[in-house]
């Protein structure tokens, strides 16, 4: 599928990605919305990453919305405590849009780019074996000088369901 919507031009790529995004978040958000019974029950579960993403949620708001577009690992958790946590739709949704439009926008350039550089060394092309190795080598110095800075848990308080304020 990757390398169909390589083949794509950008726009058509773009809306895709972006129409992929809004459905994946929107309705993680909803299920988080309507599934707040069985969210207690989960946290027991998932209890490091459920408490980070509530504290993020209540620490940042929307705009935690909007940078989970730009993780891996805690993206699905924080739309989802957003959605139990009840916040508004009138901050959800422009932070949904705003980093699906990112989101979007960083796949069908970059993202797709490191697809085509794959296919291109499986078809036995150097360069696109020198592209996929500077990408993986960029993203894991990335993922562990941001390992280093950060605190390895966000402390939140134990209120579930209170409402989320900017």
Known sequence: MLD???????WQAFLALF????????????VGRGAV???????GT????????????RRFGPFA????YLTVGIQTAIHLTAGVMRMPLRWYLPAAVVGSTLWAVLYATVGLAVVQAWLAAEAGSWWGVVVVVLVVAGAAAWVGARR??????????????ERLVP
Do not use: I, K, Q
């Not at 169909?4 to 950008?10: N, Q, S």
């Not at 019974?37 to 946290?43: K, M, N, Q, T, Y």
């Not at 209890?47 to 993020?56: C, F, M, P, S, V």
């Open 148 to 161: 280093r800075r950060l605190p390895s848990r966000v402390s939140a308080p134990s209120h579930s369901r």
């Open 37 to 43: 019974a069985g969210w207690r029950r989960a946290r």
């Open 19 to 30: 129409a992929s995004a809004m459905v994946r978040s929107n309705g993680t958000y909803w």
């Open 4 to 10: 169909t919507l390589a083949a794509l031009p950008f």
């Open 46 to 57: 998932h209890g490091d990453l459920t408490t980070r993403a509530e504290g993020l949620l």
């Open 65 to 68: 919305v909007t940078l989970s």
